[in-house]
């Protein structure tokens, strides 16, 4: 069963930044997705950015240009670098993991989830 634990979440003002971190435990995959979902209160839960395990990646329109997704293989790490934040970036930041090198587009198709970082952007 892999593990999924992020870190990075907390509390800032419009336009600045914040970096998630997501270290995978146990077994990793040669082909895989790893990614970011976030969930505000009350809204859709929506796919932030994903990357596979050959470097592609992908984001969503709301994210594109101050969002970056990049990982670190060596340490089983995924990041998300999170520039130019606005407050409707305020959301519960989730890590997915798919066991293979196309990311899902729902959140149901991935295998694994972690159990969440808050981020809050402050006006």
């Known amino acids: 069963q892999e593990q999924l634990v992020e870190s990075g979440g907390g509390s800032v003002q419009a336009g600045g930044s914040l970096r998630l971190s997501c270290v995978v435990s146990?077994?990793?995959?040669?082909?895989?997705?790893m990614g970011w979902f976030r969930q505000a209160p009350g809204k859709e839960r929506e796919r932030v950015a994903g990357i596979s395990s050959d470097g592609s990646t992908s984001y969503a329109d709301s994210v594109k240009g101050r969002f970056t997704i990049s990982q670190d293989i060596a340490k089983n790490t995924a990041y998300l670098q999170m520039n130019s934040l606005k407050p409707e970036d305020t959301a519960m930041y989730y890590c997915v993991y798919y066991t293979g090198r196309i990311c899902p587009g729902s959140w149901d198709r991935f295998n694994y989830w972690g159990q969440g970082t808050q981020v809050t952007v402050s006006s």
């Open positions: 146990r077994y990793i995959y040669s082909v895989y997705c």
